[in-house]
């Protein structure tokens, strides 16, 4: 049974915009920190944003440079990137994971991995 379950992705030209949200199961997840991470062609893995359950913190990658945001929806349980901007780069596979945290996310503390949604900038 899907844990946490993505949508959003596909596929924008140069500067448009896409939003990406993940379905996290409510028993498991509801008071942990949801983030977004990606893995683009020819990198490891990299952390895009994360959101804490308890502050509503948010912590982004450096790459962002203000061009994300994350934002978390407690009725449905979900947490949605909104994506600004984007640019060739930005192209590759985004993961929803969540982690143990209240009022703060470390990179570190996330262990559980959706499917993947594919984003693609063209140029």
């Known amino acids: 049974q899907a844990q946490l379950v993505e949508s959003g992705g596909g596929t924008v030209q140069t500067g448009g915009s896409l939003r990406l949200s993940c379905a996290a199961d409510?028993?498991?997840?509801?008071?942990?920190?949801l983030g977004w991470f990606r893995q683009v062609p020819g990198k490891e893995r990299e952390a895009v944003a994360s959101?804490?359950?308890?502050?509503?913190?948010?912590e982004y990658g450096e790459f962002v440079m203000g061009r994300f945001t994350i934002s978390r929806n407690s009725a449905t349980n979900s947490a949605d990137l909104q994506m600004n901007g984007l640019q060739p780069e930005d192209t590759g596979m985004y993961y929803c994971?969540?982690?143990?945290?209240?009022?703060?996310?470390?990179?570190?503390?996330?262990?559980?991995w959706g499917q993947g949604t594919q984003v693609t900038v063209s140029s």
């Open positions: 409510r028993w498991k997840y509801t008071m942990g920190c």
């Open positions: 994971a969540a982690g143990r945290g209240r009022d703060f996310c470390s990179w570190n503390a996330f262990n559980s």
């Open positions: 959101i804490a359950p308890g502050s509503g913190r948010t």
